[in-house]
């Protein structure tokens, strides 16, 4: 049993919106599956830390996470700034349920206990985008990161994981609301995504003042989930 996760799985099976186009994007799906069914056994759980799928409302979702639940494992989901068929954890559970996707979890305001380790996540605030953007947006991004560091799954002892879509933290020491979040909440690693092509060469992966960040978009990873903690 093991915990893996990739971010930005872009999948438009529903929708005309296909990521071939962009270089390094070739057969990206088929690539994906190969690269799944190759790793993940039907015990392990695999985050996917946003910007899933392309559809623009819950109902045209179907044939993209028709594929996610075909696919090995269990499947944590998280939202990123692409997911605009985002609703209430209430309704895509319900939605989930009714589609019989019996492998889909969502983390939203809320954690998941597995291979040992506690699983905690938003979708975030950009380091590089100031709180005064958006003041009311990034003040319940931040609520929502607290809410589920704050909201373990059970009291089991095992380390809080952080798990966001937008990176907390950038290659010229830009920090901000999400990297103080997680350093005063004792948080020691974290993976993020939504960098691609030339910002992928940018990103920050290393220690930064007791958190250790990795990306893990999909294609910097070369479509291949990542393995992040082995069940003890």
Known sequence: MALYAIADTHLSLGADK????????????????????????????VVIAGD??????????????????GLPGEKILLKGNHDYWWSTRAKMEAYFHSCGFDTLKILFNNSYYRCGVHICGAKGWPCDTPVQA????????????????????????????????YPPYAVQRQSGIMHDCLTGSGIARCYYGHLHA?????AFSGAADGVTY???????????????QKQP
């Open 214 to 228: 990795r990306l893990i978009s999909a294609d910097s990873l070369g479509f291949c989930p990542i393995l992040v």
């Open 134 to 165: 958006d003041e009311k947006l990034a003040a319940r991004e931040l609520g929502r990161l607290q809410a589920s560091i704050s909201a373990p799954e059970t009291d089991a002892p095992g380390e809080k994981i952080a798990f966001l879509h």
């Open 52 to 69: 899933i799928s392309w559809a623009m409302k819950l109902e045209h979702t179907y044939e993209d996470f028709a594929f996610l639940n």
């Open 198 to 202: 030339a910002a992928v060469r940018r």
């Open 18 to 45: 296909p990521m071939d186009v962009f270089t390094g994007w070739d057969h990206y799906v088929q690539r994906l599956e190969d690269n799944w069914r190759a790793l993940i056994g039907p015990e392990d759980t």
